[in-house]
């Protein structure tokens, strides 16, 4: 889909509320226990079908509709979130992904507190994702806003962590709870020494912050046992579940 015409497509998108939070169960390794759920975009196309992120999020990303879906998918995920926490009377956590222009707006904090406000999630029912870019290319503006999220009791988190330029000074001076392994070193984990290596010296390295570790695009057995013995906190993939409907994860932690 050409650009111009993917972006007038998703105003579209946006005015008949085509786009739905799918989302992805967070697993803890050590009793595969659901904890958790990434929120995903979808997007309910009347003549495509759903689409996911990689067919238009590129677009979005750089559109001026970005911020209004990326407080549309906080406020929605912390909804969700508050109503699981009262259906299954335990703690649950929603990541949500932020979009850059969320921070250039300059009252993400304001509004992030507000939903919590409105939804009645406590915060540490929140988690907000940032890529390592995001924080380079709104650096005053990210480390404002998280530091008084986090002073909230909000969950932050580096999504991809490794495959960006952030330095490792970004971990002194961004107010994390958690490290996200991106799912290219979780591929070959037992194939690809260099991967191993890699994934082991991000473990440790969290844990010397008093960070969690979460690994995503967990697809086999091996690589699940692998995560484990090395010591990661958490995980997601399709060998747990793929991407789902709330109704559907509302129904499964309810069978759980």
Known sequence: MARRACEEEL????????????????IRLVDGAIVGAEALLRWNHPER????????LAVLDQSVLASVVGHWAVE??????????????????????????QLS????????LGTLERTGLAPDGLELELTENIVLEHDTAALEAMTKLRSEGVRISF??????????????????TRLKIDQSFVRSINEDA?????????IDLAQGFGLDVIAEGIETESQFATLKTLGCDLGQGYLFARP???????KRLRAS
């Open 49 to 56: 079908g759903v689409l996911t992120p990689g067919t238009f």
């Open 105 to 112: 707006d300059g009252d993400l904090a304001a509004r992030v």
């Open 11 to 26: 105003r579209r998108a946006v005015a008949h509320s085509e786009l739905e939070l799918y989302y992805q169960p967070q």
């Open 159 to 176: 999504d991809d962590f490794g495959t960006g330029y952030a330095s490792l000074s970004m971990l002194k001076r961004v107010a994390l």
């Open 194 to 202: 260099k991967d191993a290596t890699i994934v082991k010296a991000v």
């Open 76 to 101: 929605t995920g912390a909804a969700f979130c508050a109503h699981v926490r009262d259906r299954i009377n335990g703690a649950f956590c929603v990541a949500v992904n932020l979009f850059g222009a």
């Open 244 to 250: 789902m409907p709330a109704a559907e994860l509302e």
